[in-house]
């Protein structure tokens, strides 16, 4: 048993009302600058929909994530000569046209246009080249079902469906869908980078983009199935989702999850066998995944694995906060959350909550009474969003995880209804779902009562690895070869000489910083120069 740990995150889609306050928050925070322009790294999409980007479902199109080849995982873009034979020219790439084209309005127009009988109208304009544009797509274009019947076809899910589903415009249940990186346990991203600049942290399993190594080969970003991987054609690196790092690091939310206005998202440290991963992932049938990776979670109330933990380098405190993790209740007590898309085998790392609230509306629509528990168990196969709809897009087709899931948030409301019109509790109902009385108002309270340090259960964050200090302690900078000391001042034979003047700890000259660069011309320092070489 390896025992590693990792900030997971959980959303509760009966609370998502679409408002998008995450996805501006998150963009206002992370892709407000240049060569971003088209970039979310947390977008809400609206269900059914084509999504963003248009179509990023379909793995036969796309051919991200992971697949089994004679019982071993490769990735869908095949091997490495495949991946070197499209490095220039990668038809699985997609276009800007396939996110959308950023734009902005010529509001200059209405304050300096003349005078005249017309009035003047500020028309859309590109953010990447200036010139006069026509909208036609952007990233919540599927919001409230505003593509109508012909855009809503062109769901990869829905079309999965066709036999099973005939879906009517005006009936049509719509649900959002906000959607991060996964941070998965087996990214296919970090698989498939040529440079190596994809890497997932060992102390807390975020999945981030070293800038320095990145060449802009963007393979990443076909090889990424949930495309969450940009590519900033400013700067020529790829960027991606931190998951807030720098406020993980401080024990504090992501600013999507401070700044959700429905309150729906759960972060919490998961403690996970990495010896498991590799065969969870590799399993044969899809519908397996699911379950292969709930096995991968470990329970950190167990004492023998909370040994294992402590051995494996991870603190005290990480336990403490792994035992009192909202997604670890979620996930693996519960049973409520799913993951999205298992087929993909990266084992994802954000998870769902499956919605169930029209239930209630279909059922009073029929003269029923809606809190029934025996109506309501009866009704979820019946939902106008179709069963089949949420298994394809949560348990790879099974929808017996899913049925289970709703049948357990139908019993907690009617449970709970009995609790606050003062009747007579009824243990048959928690039974029915696997639960006691006391689970399901555990339950109850933490998806809809549960406060601000009972959602975000957050250690402030450790160096996974990181040598004792030497000479009995001090500052990790004062010798050299410490975090943070760069290599080219002398941290080893093959580090080049610091230019002459450059003072101890400086950033030598030739160094450049890209993510300040305008792009014209080749700034010295943007490609290595030979040893022996002068500056």
């Keep these: 048993m390896r025992v590693m740990a990792q900030i ?11 408002c998008h306050t995450c996805s501006v928050t998150c963009k206002q925070t992370w892709t407000n600058r240049t060569g971003t322009e088209y970039a979310w790294f947390n977008n809400v999409e609206t269900r059914p929909g084509q999504g963003y980007p248009r179509g990023h479902e379909d793995q036969e199109k796309w051919k991200g994530g992971w697949r089994l080849k004679h019982g071993r995982l490769v990735p869908r873009t095949g091997g490495r000569a495949r991946r070197l034979a499209r490095l220039f020219a990668n038809p699985e790439l997609p276009t800007l046209d396939d996110y959308y084209q950023p734009w902005t309005y010529d509001y200059d127009n209405l304050i300096s246009a003349p005078l005249g009988e017309d009035l003047p109208t500020a028309r859309p304009r590109s953010l990447t ?13 599927d919001d409230d079902l505003g593509g109508g019947p012909e855009q809503l076809a062109a769901d990869p899910v829905l079309r999965k469906l066709n036999d099973q589903v005939r879906l009517a415009y005006e009936q049509a249940f719509m649900f959002y869908l906000p959607r991060i990186c996964e941070h998965c346990l087996n990214p296919s991203c970090v698989a498939v980078c040529p440079s190596g600049a994809l890497y997932k942290r060992i102390e807390d399993g975020i999945v981030l983009v070293d800038q320095d190594r990145c060449r802009g080969w963007r393979m990443c970003v076909s090889g990424c199935p949930y495309k969450k991987v940009y590519f900033n054609h400013h700067t020529g690196k790829a960027e991606k989702c931190t998951f807030c790092y720098p406020r993980i690091e401080a024990g504090e939310p992501t600013v999507c999850s401070e700044t959700c206005v429905g309150r729906l998202r759960y972060l919490g440290v998961m403690l996970y066998d990495a010896d498991r991963v590799g065969a969870a992932a590799a399993v044969r049938d899809e519908q397996d995944l699911y379950p292969a990776q709930l096995d991968c979670f470990l329970d950190p109330h167990d004492p023998q694995v909370a040994r294992a933990a402590e051995e494996s380098g991870i603190p005290h405190d990480w336990l403490t906060a792994a035992r009192r993790s909202p997604v670890y209740a979620l996930i693996s007590t519960y049973r409520l959350a799913l993951p999205l898309h298992p087929e993909y085998r990266t084992l994802p790392m954000v ?15 029929t003269g029923h009474d809606g809190e029934d528990p025996a109506g309501l168990f009866a009704a979820i196969d019946a939902l106008r969003i179709p069963l089949a709809y949420l298994a394809e897009l949560f348990t790879a087709g099974d929808p017996a995880p899913v049925e ?5 948030l139908a019993a907690m409301r009617a449970h709970m209804r009995r609790v606050n019109l003062n009747e007579p509790q009824d243990p048959a109902i928690a039974a029915s779902v696997g639960l006691d009385e006391r689970s399901i108002t555990a339950m109850y309270r933490l998806l809809a009562l549960a406060k601000y340090d009972e959602r975000y259960v ?3 964050t450790y160096g996974g690895g990181t040598p004792a200090p030497r000479d009995g302690g001090g500052c990790s900078l004062d010798g050299e070869g410490g975090p ?7 941290a080893g034979p093959e580090a080049a000489p610091a230019p002459s003047g450059t003072p101890a ?3 030598p000259a030739d160094r450049v910083n890209l993510l300040n660069w305008n792009g014209r011309g080749k700034p010295a320092g943007l490609f290595p120069r030979r040893q022996g070489t002068r500056p």
Excluded: F, H
Excluded at 8 to 18: F, P, Q, S, T, Y
């Design 8 to 18: 997971a995150m959980v959303m509760n889609l009966d609370k998502c009302i679409g």
């Design 351 to 365: 998870w769902y909550v499956p919605p169930l609230s029209p239930v209630v509306d279909a059922l009073s629509e």
């Design 129 to 141: 080249d200036g010139r006069p544009t026509a909208v036609t797509w952007g990233p919540n274009w």
């Design 404 to 408: 289970a899931a709703l049948c357990r």
């Design 458 to 460: 957050i250690p402030t």
């Design 505 to 507: 700890g400086a950033v």
């Design 484 to 490: 943070g000391m760069l290599q080219a001042l002398g």
